[in-house]
């Protein structure tokens, strides 16, 4: 009997290994964009380089830490940096499992670990070596804290949500941002309530305190880059939303979700609720009707779902308004960081619905019949970059001590990378190309705005023959050609 008990929650076991395993098999690729390339340059400084470096670029020092830390132990290799990617994932499946499923219900635990996994954001972040997973789990666990917070009030709860919501201001800026809207939530409740209005002041007190020699940092930081960022077009509420959940939603999906949601609250509160007909006298017949209410009850549970959407859409609109405002500092990827808080919000309104494991069930069929040829792509578009990426390093690999590497790329943040270990010269305009008579052998591994004709036509006029090596490899997104220089 116990067993048939736990059936259901055997089988969300063996759904969860299955989502953690597609994703864990994505880890073995050396093949780093420029952006995880900055992370694997950075977490080869010491730790006050580490600070100082990353205080210079606009994300806060806590992820590439952790990244330092793990790489410093198993040491630096392409599986290694993703798998601390990776490691949120694996957090929040077990966590939805146990914990949330016990909480908020199998509806609610099930649509958090189906995208966690394999949404169409998720699929991205889960490997992404960069900060975006780790700051999505702690914004969650700060959220579920801050429902511990509402519902049971402990001590701990406090503690728990201060040190969960610190970290994840110290991953990523927009992470602060959405912690701050549940800080904003519990001080207003509080002050209105008139009750623990000297925890509350505590928990802002120390979070001001802790984070305040970061701030410093972000204002220097931000203010340096107004008018000067790389973002240049801005994001759209809907960019936002069909980013955390998917664009294969249409407008009649997005409706009845928004129709589930205000039924959902007007459920918990009491305004409406379902009523047995006592004229149905076979046991055999389910008869109910929907009986409408004048008297709300108060709900925990609603203040929860209502700091869930203040903060999801909340974080949004700080990054639209500061864009449209000053400048543009916010892309869509930013919001990934309040995507578990939205599922879970998202699972909670299908939990409270009226035949809900019907319309969970119906949810994620859909979704996962969406995802499917998302994943495909994104599975085959990294075994190429990565088997292309692996071309160029076997060829740097095979370069002797004194060998010389010259290339084209502008940001050195590439090379610094793929070209530790050796030397290299960064030759911007081939009218400049030059080899040095000095015994050295010097290879060219160069994007495609260079031809061979025009490489192999400048290395002549020096007495230089010019070998190609490599038609078509790849370094992050960029072509690579490879040639040998032979005097």
Known sequence: MRIIKKFPRIIAAVYAIVLFYVNFIRIFDEALWLDEAFTGN????????????????????????????????????GWSLHFVSIVPLAVILVFSLTVIWNKFGAEAAL????????????????????????????????????????????????????????????????????????????FFRN???????????????????????WLIVLVKSLTARINNYWITENSTFADCFNFLVSYKFTIGIWLIIAVMFVLAI?????????????????????GYHLFVSKKAESSELVLFIIAGIISVVGTMAVGIGISALLSPFFVT??????????????GIV????KLSIAWTTILLVYSIYSFIPSYKAVYYEDLDI??????????????????????????????DYYFAGKTYERVLDLNNLVIPDDGKNYWLIVGDTWSYDDIASKLAEQGVECENILDYGLLGHTKILGYKCVK
């Open 42 to 77: 950075i977490i080869r400084l010491n730790i006050p380089g580490l600070l100082e470096a990353t205080a210079k670029d606009v994300h806060p020092p806590l992820y590439y830490i952790i990244t330092k830390a793990f790489c410093a132990i198993v040491g630096e290799k």
């Open 111 to 186: 649509i958090v670990m189906t995208f966690t996994s394999i949404s169409d954001a998720a699929l991205r972040f889960n490997v992404e070596i960069r900060m975006y997973s780790w700051a999505a789990m702690l914004v969650f666990f700060s959220y579920y804290y801050f429902y511990n917070i509402l519902v049971e009030n402990r001590v701990r709860d406090w503690v728990l949500f201060s040190v969960f919501s610190l970290a994840a201001a110290y991953t990523h800026y927009y992470a602060l941002i959405a912690v701050a809207f549940f800080y904003a939530f519990l």
């Open 191 to 213: 002050i209105v309530q008139r009750k623990d209005i000297k925890r509350i002041l505590t928990t802002i007190v120390v979070a001001v305190v802790v984070y305040l020699p």
């Open 266 to 286: 007007a459920y918990e509160i009491g305004i409406l609720h379902w009523e047995k007909d006592k004229e149905v006298s076979s046991q055999y017949i389910a």
């Open 333 to 346: 990827r930013y919001i990934y960081v309040v995507g578990p808080v939205a599922w879970l919000v998202l």
């Open 350 to 353: 299908f939990s409270k619905m």
């Open 386 to 415: 990565s088997n292309r990426t692996n071309m160029v390093r076997s060829i740097v690999a095979n370069m002797g001590e004194n060998d010389v590497i010259i290339t084209d790329f502008e940001d050195p943040t590439m090379p």
